[in-house]
C-alpha cells in the first residue's frame, strides 16, 4: 500500500512551547491529508481536513488557532500545536487519501510537561 | 447521522480459531468501508477493504461481508495466530470528494490466546 511517512514519532517539551509535526506522502501525490487525535484506549478522532492550497476545515471544537494546518504542497501536511499545554498531550495521526483509500502515518505521541 | 457502531469492544478468542468483528452504519450514501489493524503506539494499517458493489471480499486468512440491506459489514479472521492481538477499527466512507469524511468506529480489542 501507500506510503505516509510522519515524524516526529515522540516529542516532549515543555508547557508554552509549540511543536510542529510533518506529515509526507512518499509515493503518491494528497490533495488532501487528514489529522486525528487518539487517547488511550478510544477511536481516532478527527481535528481538521488539510486541503492543499487551501484553508484547513475544521471539525466543531477543534481551536484553528491553536492547531495549525499547513499543506503546502501536494506531499506534505503539517501540523503545529501552538502554545502547548498538558492537556494537549495525546497521540496525533496523519492520513493521505490515495485517492480514495486512506493511509495513515505512524503517529506522534506528544508530552507536554 | 454520522454514526458506526461496532461490536463486541473486547474479543478473546483461542489460537487457531475464527474472529468476527461486527459494523453497523447508517447513512445509506456510505459506499466504501475500509478495515483498520492498529498496534499499540502505531498508526492504523489498512487491512481490507470493500465497495458498495461488492458483497464479500477474502484476502487469505481475512475477509469482509456487507449486507447492504441491513446496512452491517463484518470482518472476520480465521486461523488467528498471536500477532493478529491488535485493536481493529471500522470505518464509513462517503464518496470522493474532497469533503468526503471517513467515521471510524468505536474499536475491538482483540487478543489471541496461546
Known amino acids: 500500500g501507500a506510503v505516509v511517512s510522519q515524524h516526529p514519532s515522540r516529542v516532549i517539551c515543555k508547557s508554552g512551547t509549540s511543536v510542529k509535526i510533518e506529515c509526507r506522502s512518499l509515493?503518491?501525490?494528497?490533495?488532501?491529508m487528514f489529522w486525528y487525535r487518539q487517547f488511550p484506549k478510544q477511536s481516532l478522532m478527527l481535528m481538521a481536513t488539510?486541503?492543499?492550497?487551501?484553508?484547513?476545515?475544521?471539525e466543531q471544537g477543534v481551536e484553528k488557532d491553536k492547531f495549525l494546518i499547513n499543506h503546502a504542497s501536494l506531499t506534505l501536511s503539517t501540523l503545529t500545536v501552538t502554545s502547548a499545554h498538558p492537556e494537549d498531550s495525546s497521540f496525533y495521526i496523519c492520513?493521505?487519501?490515495?485517492?480514495?483509500?486512506?493511509?495513515f502515518g505512524s503517529g506522534t505521541q506528544l508530552s507536554v510537561l | 447521522g454520522e454514526n458506526v457502531e461496532q461490536h463486541p469492544s473486547t474479543l478473546s478468542v483461542q489460537e487457531g480459531d475464527s474472529a468476527v468483528i461486527k459494523c453497523t452504519y447508517s447513512?445509506?450514501?456510505?459506499?466504501?468501508f475500509p478495515w483498520y489493524k492498529q498496534e499499540l503506539g502505531k498508526g492504523p494499517q489498512l487491512i481490507i477493504d470493500?465497495?458498495?458493489?461488492?458483497g464479500e471480499k477474502k484476502d487469505q486468512r481475512i475477509a469482509v461481508t456487507l449486507n447492504k440491506t441491513a446496512k452491517h459489514f463484518s470482518l472476520h479472521i480465521t486461523e488467528t495466530q498471536p500477532e493478529d492481538s491488535a485493536v481493529y477499527f471500522c470505518?464509513?466512507?462517503?464518496?470522493?470528494?474532497?469533503?468526503?469524511?471517513?467515521?471510524f468506529g468505536s474499536g475491538t480489542r482483540l487478543s489471541i490466546r496461546p
Open positions: 492520513s493521505a487519501r490515495s485517492p480514495e483509500k486512506l493511509f
Open positions: 447513512d445509506s450514501a456510505s459506499n466504501y
Open positions: 509515493d503518491f501525490q494528497a490533495t488532501t
Open positions: 470493500i465497495r458498495s458493489n461488492v
Open positions: 470505518a464509513d466512507y462517503r464518496g470522493y470528494s474532497s469533503a468526503s469524511k471517513i467515521i
Open positions: 488539510s486541503n492543499e492550497g487551501s484553508k484547513a476545515t475544521y
